[in-house]
T-cell receptor, first 110, second 110 residues
Framework: AQRVTQPEKLLSVFKGAPVELKCNYS??????LFWYVQYSRQRLQLLLR??SRESIKGFTADLNKGETSFHLKKPFAQEEDSAMYYC????????????FGKGTMLLVSP | KAGVTQTPRYLIKTRGQQVTLSCSPI?????VSWYQQTPGQGLQFLFE???????NKGNFPGRFSGRQFSNSRSEMNVSTLELGDSALYLC?????????FGPGTRLTVL
């Protein structure tokens, strides 16, 4: 069975500091990996997916198949980045079933 | 395009009762998935419907069931409610790139 692990429940940084939210996964096949974000009182929304290799709101994530990791990074955190971040895995390109990590709360202080 | 909508937004029930939650996907989306979100277990996949057929199912007891109508709207039902069923129930509809989530129904079981 597939599994997604986010080792940090809470990550607290100061504005302007670099951020790295860790995500490790276990799956024997070739998964699709995603990062979702949930801002306060808003619905869960897609931040980025590995297949698109794009940068959204300054965030990037690289899929490392050797280390089975998909860490989310941003060089300079902003206060508006404070939110709950979830790493998710889909077994296939159909994205029908997502397996989520338990999430990391990012708090960016001024 | 209107987003995924869920009704009701909040619900309070007592143990032993049953409950039905409703989800309307984004127009044109034919796949609807349901997730349970709790502080302890995080986001867990319940089931997915596509063209009125259950296509995937998570590891939940038979008390949890669902269905999908010809207009792609979906309902999930929980019978014989238990205290542990208190959770945020999220519905998502699948687009070409990922799943789009609704605001959720907050179910409290007393």
């Amino acid at each position: 069975a597939q599994r997604v692990t986010q080792p940090e429940k809470l990550l607290s940084v100061f504005k302007g500091a670099p951020v790295e939210l860790k995500c490790n996964y276990s799956y024997s096949g070739s998964p699709e990996l995603f990062w979702y974000v949930q801002y306060s009182r808003q619905r869960l929304q897609l931040l980025l997916r590995h297949i698109s290799r794009e940068s959204i709101k300054g965030f990037t994530a690289d899929l490392n198949k050797g280390e089975t990791s998909f860490h989310l990074k941003k060089p300079f955190a902003q206060e508006e980045d404070s939110a709950m971040y979830y790493c998710a895995l889909s077994k296939d390109s159909g994205y029908s079933t997502l397996t989520f990590g338990k999430g990391t709360m990012l708090l960016v202080s001024p | 395009k209107a987003g995924v909508t869920q009704t009701p937004r909040y619900l309070i029930k007592t143990r032993g009762q049953q409950v039905t939650l409703s989800c309307s996907p984004i127009s044109g989306h034919r796949s609807v998935s349901w997730y349970q979100q709790t502080p302890g277990q995080g986001l867990q996949f319940l089931f997915e419907y596509f063209s009125e057929t259950q296509r995937n199912k998570g590891n939940f007891p038979g008390r949890f069931s669902g269905r999908q109508f010809s207009n792609s709207r979906s309902e999930m039902n929980v019978s014989t409610l238990e205290l542990g069923d208190s959770a945020l129930y999220l519905c998502a509809s699948r687009g070409s790139d990922t799943q789009y989530f609704g605001p959720g129904t907050r179910l409290t079981v007393l």
